[in-house]
């Protein structure tokens, strides 16, 4: 079991090694391309489930990533929420960091004649690295634990939450 640090340096890696993997989880949901893209290094090797491995954020990206952004897009997924749960940081050396994310993904697809959605629960497994813009992940194997569907009782957008709100409605 590695050592546990309090130190200030650690404790500032820490922090900004958490906030990296919350920009993933929260450009995913946006639907914020860029924003993921910025997460990786632009040599990311990564292993997604049953996916071949991705060598570079290009080939991670048209493979993995680009079919949920393109999914989003054309409101086959209408709302995307993940749920970022036991973040560890398994090794912190220098500019290297090895952690491990749960994640549970739920995502409601636009389905005829009910709107279903759909969970799963996700594992990250990531080498990050430090750059000069901050914490990168460099490195990426990620695996589904476990899948099901559901039908959808309520769907709303967080939009449609908002401006419910301003026009004085239910939101």
Known sequence: MPEIR?????????AGIH???????????????AQVV?????DVQ????????????????????DPFFTRLATQHTKIATHFMGNFKIDRLEGDVADTEVYAIAFGVRAL????????????YMDRLRRTPQGWKICMRVQSMDWSCQLPVTTTMTMAQRVMGLLAGGPG
Do not use: K, W
């Open 6 to 14: 309090f130190d200030q340096q650690y404790l500032m890696d820490h």
């Open 19 to 33: 906030s990296l993997h919350v920009r993933y989880f929260q450009g995913l949901d946006s639907g914020n391309r």
């Open 38 to 42: 910025d997460c990786f290094t632009p």
């Open 46 to 65: 990564a292993i997604c489930h049953s996916r071949p491995p991705a060598c570079g954020i290009d080939v991670l990206m048209a493979d993995s990533l």
């Open 112 to 123: 005829s004649p009910h709107d279903e959605v759909a969970m799963m629960s996700l594992r």
